[in-house]
Structure formats: structure tokens, C-alpha cells
């Protein structure tokens, strides 16, 4: 921030990846988008959940600060599919998945101190909600958006494979503002640029108690590709919408939850989909149409912009994933299959 001259951020990142500046990886990716219009940009790699020391290094940010779980959901980067604790992490320094953390000065046999240690997983369980609450624990009148493939994969009741139960959506446990689902290029410019009018209406950094903050994130709400939670009194003033078996019925019922995947997967077009509602106690989750596919101009503008494809020069070891993708080249997103062990086409969808 010194060198570049910059007193405040617009945009804080969070991201559960350890940072390579390469499309692949998507909050580098956006980062370069929000840069290329203009906007102050940092990110936070993998900060620590224990305190917000981490996430305070750059200072409170002017518009919002957005958070992701990473390029896979966490629960699938931490444990296998026999549910064994896993000890490396592919999107870490050096492929590990703890690090160590000193706590304080131990006294030694010879009368001198030496720092203690203790281990802990880079990578959170549930990361999204993990750091949504630690960026509402550090700026509490700061817009929270949550963003990326765990949080989209997770916006309604699902069953957990991990926990071997049904959980409810995760924007009920997620404290976000809003969520952005899916790929969502488009929609987080469309929210930078809002917040961004608001900013200028207020005269200042957006602050979730400024009216002009409130009626961007309500106009917002009726955009594709965002999710969020509203009470069950306002979702019946939101038309129009298709309302599917509630967190509660999903939960007790099979039949109710194998309907409720129905409508996911039928409702999933960016070009024909509904928007959805599902009941969650006293709380309705609204999942918007999704946002419609980029254009190919829009595709090759975002690849085209000036990553330097390298992990970041405070790692002093490699990170795996880096040197997976290094030569890689996107032809194209989404998938027509829809195969059942694999989530591109219900996060990128079928184009």
C-alpha cells in the first residue's frame, strides 16, 4: 500500500488459498478485475480465525470486504473420503495443511526462554463462515460478501457428507450480507460499482448504518447470481419466486429433500431458472436466477489481464497448485454432463 501510495483499500479479499496471482485460483482472478476498474485491491491469504490481527494489516476497507473458502470446498481439502484428517493441502506453502504458531516464551533447563508452539490447520473447517465471522468481528459496520464454489455449493439445505446429516444453507450460518454464487465476475463488478455510487452518495466509507449503504444492498438483492436471507414475513413481499420444501422438511423427510434437489438442478438455467426460497425457521434463504454466462469478449478480457502467473515472493516454499497450472490454458467453462461426483456444471453450469 506504501509503495503504491494508497491510505485505504476499496476491496479487503479473504481467501482460504495461499496466494497465486493466476486465473485459475479465483480471488487473484478478481482481484485483477476489480484492479483493472480502478479499484484499491488487497487480499488476505489463509489468515489465522484466532484473532483478526491478520486481516487488520491493511486497515478497514471503503466499500466491502469479500470472503472465499478457496478454488475447493474446505471440508474437502482437509479430510479424504474415508473422513481421515488430511496433512497436506495443495493450495499451501510447501503442500502443507498446518503451520505453526507461536503463543509464548517457555523457560529452558539452561535458564534462557524459547518460544512455544502450537499447530494448527491452515485452512478452517467450513472456512467461509469462519472468515465471514472474522471479518464481521473486525469491521462490524463493513459490507461482508461471501463468495465461491463452497458457498454456492452449500446456499441451500444439503446433506453434509463429512457430518452425515442434513445441514441448513450456509448463509444462515455464514454472517454475509449478501452471497455471490456461481462464477461471478459479472455480479461482483455489478456490486463494486454500486457500492461504489453509495460510497460517493455518503461522502465517505460505506458503513452498514448510512442509508445510502442499505438501499444498495436492497437493490442489489434483486440482481442474478446474489443470494440471501431476509425474514419469512419480508420473502412474501418477493415476487416472483418458487418455493421449495423448507430446511426443516428436507431434513426430516426424504422424499421432501430428494424434490427440493429437483428444483436445484431444474432451476439452475441462467437462461429459463426461477428464483427459489427455502424456509429455514424463521428465516427464508432467496436464491436469485443465476447470472448469465460471459460473453466470449468478456471471457478473453479477464484471462488477458496482467497476471504475472507466480506465487507471491513471501513464500519461501512452492505451492503445489501453482506448479499444476502454471502452463494451463482455459478453453472454455461449465460442463454439458453433470455427473454426479463432480459440481462444475451446478457452479458453472452447462455453457
Same mark, same amino acid.
Given at each position: 500500500m506504501?509503495l503504491?501510495?494508497?491510505?485505504?483499500l476499496?476491496?479487503l479479499?479473504?481467501?482460504?488459498?495461499?496466494?497465486?496471482?493466476?486465473?485459475?485460483?479465483?480471488?487473484?482472478?478478481?482481484?485483477?478485475?476489480f484492479e483493472?476498474?480502478?479499484l484499491?485491491?488487497?487480499?488476505?491469504?489463509?489468515? &489465522?480465525?484466532?484473532?483478526? $490481527?491478520?486481516?487488520?494489516?491493511?486497515? /478497514? #476497507?471503503?466499500?466491502?470486504v469479500?470472503v472465499s *473458502?478457496g478454488?475447493?470446498?474446505?471440508?474437502?481439502?482437509?479430510y479424504?473420503a474415508?473422513?481421515?484428517v488430511?496433512?497436506?493441502?495443495?493450495?499451501?506453502?510447501g503442500?502443507r495443511a498446518?503451520?505453526?504458531?507461536?503463543?509464548?516464551?517457555?523457560a529452558r533447563?539452561d535458564?534462557?526462554r524459547?518460544?512455544?508452539?502450537?499447530?494448527e490447520?491452515?485452512?478452517p473447517?467450513?472456512a467461509?463462515?469462519?472468515?465471514?465471522?472474522?471479518?464481521?468481528?473486525?469491521?462490524?459496520?463493513?459490507?461482508?460478501i461471501?463468495?465461491?464454489?463452497?458457498?454456492?455449493?452449500? &446456499?441451500?439445505?444439503?446433506f $453434509?457428507?463429512?457430518q452425515?446429516?442434513? /445441514? #441448513?444453507?450456509?448463509?444462515?450460518?455464514c454472517? *454475509?450480507?449478501?452471497?455471490v454464487f456461481?462464477?461471478?465476475?459479472?455480479?461482483?463488478?455489478?456490486?463494486?460499482?454500486?457500492?461504489?455510487?453509495?460510497?460517493?452518495?455518503?461522502g465517505g466509507?460505506?458503513?452498514?448504518?448510512?442509508?445510502?449503504?442499505?438501499?444498495?444492498?436492497?437493490?442489489?438483492?434483486?440482481?442474478?447470481?446474489?443470494?440471501?436471507?431476509?425474514?419469512?414475513?419480508e420473502?412474501k413481499?418477493?415476487q416472483?419466486r418458487?418455493k421449495?420444501?423448507s430446511?426443516?422438511e428436507v431434513r426430516?423427510d426424504k422424499r421432501?429433500?430428494?424434490k427440493a434437489?429437483?428444483?436445484?438442478?431444474?432451476?439452475?438455467?441462467?437462461?429459463?431458472? /426461477?428464483?427459489?426460497?427455502?424456509?429455514?425457521?424463521?428465516?427464508?434463504v432467496?436464491?436469485?436466477?443465476?447470472?448469465?454466462?460471459l460473453?466470449?469478449?468478456?471471457?478473453?478480457?479477464?484471462?488477458?489481464?496482467?497476471?504475472?502467473k507466480?506465487?507471491?515472493?513471501?513464500?519461501?516454499e512452492r505451492?503445489?497448485?501453482?506448479?499444476?497450472?502454471r502452463?494451463?490454458?482455459?478453453?472454455?467453462?461449465?460442463?454439458?454432463?453433470?455427473?454426479s461426483?463432480?459440481?462444475?456444471?451446478?457452479?458453472q453450469?452447462?455453457?
Amino acid at each position: 500500500m506504501e509503495l503504491r501510495g494508497w491510505d485505504q483499500l476499496d476491496v479487503l479479499l479473504i481467501n482460504g488459498d495461499a496466494y497465486v496471482d493466476h486465473p485459475t485460483f479465483g480471488i487473484p482472478a478478481l482481484a485483477r478485475w476489480f484492479e483493472r476498474r480502478g479499484l484499491r485491491v488487497g487480499i488476505v491469504p489463509q489468515p &489465522r480465525v484466532d484473532c483478526s $490481527d491478520d486481516i487488520l494489516r491493511m486497515g /478497514r #476497507p471503503r466499500l466491502f470486504v469479500g470472503v472465499s *473458502a478457496g478454488t475447493v470446498d474446505s471440508m474437502i481439502n482437509n479430510y479424504t473420503a474415508n473422513k481421515k484428517v488430511r496433512s497436506d493441502d495443495m493450495y499451501s506453502e510447501g503442500g502443507r495443511a498446518y503451520r505453526k504458531i507461536p503463543v509464548t516464551s517457555v523457560a529452558r533447563a539452561d535458564g534462557a526462554r524459547g518460544a512455544a508452539f502450537k499447530e494448527e490447520r491452515i485452512r478452517p473447517d467450513y472456512a467461509t463462515i469462519a472468515y465471514a465471522k472474522l471479518a464481521r468481528q473486525a469491521f462490524p459496520d463493513v459490507p461482508v460478501i461471501a463468495g465461491g464454489v463452497e458457498i454456492s455449493l452449500r &446456499r441451500l439445505a444439503h446433506f $453434509d457428507y463429512w457430518q452425515n446429516r442434513i /445441514r #441448513p444453507s450456509m448463509l444462515v450460518e455464514c454472517d *454475509a450480507d449478501l452471497v455471490v454464487f456461481g462464477m461471478g465476475e459479472r455480479t461482483a463488478i455489478r456490486i463494486a460499482e454500486d457500492f461504489k455510487k453509495a460510497s460517493e452518495l455518503s461522502g465517505g466509507p460505506l458503513s452498514l448504518s448510512h442509508d445510502a449503504t442499505r438501499a444498495a444492498l436492497k437493490r442489489l438483492k434483486g440482481e442474478r447470481g446474489i443470494a440471501f436471507t431476509c425474514s419469512r414475513e419480508e420473502s412474501k413481499e418477493i415476487q416472483p419466486r418458487l418455493k421449495i420444501p423448507s430446511f426443516e422438511e428436507v431434513r426430516d423427510d426424504k422424499r421432501k429433500f430428494s424434490k427440493a434437489a429437483y428444483f436445484i438442478e431444474y432451476e439452475a438455467s441462467p437462461y429459463n431458472g /426461477r428464483r427459489l426460497m427455502q424456509d429455514h425457521g424463521q428465516k427464508t434463504v432467496v436464491i436469485n436466477p443465476p447470472a448469465l454466462p460471459l460473453s466470449q469478449e468478456e471471457m478473453d478480457s479477464i484471462y488477458e489481464l496482467p497476471f504475472c502467473k507466480e506465487q507471491h515472493p513471501m513464500y519461501k516454499e512452492r505451492i503445489p497448485a501453482a506448479d499444476m497450472i502454471r502452463f494451463s490454458v482455459a478453453s472454455t467453462r461449465g460442463c454439458f454432463g453433470g455427473c454426479s461426483f463432480c459440481a462444475i456444471t451446478l457452479h458453472q453450469g452447462r455453457i
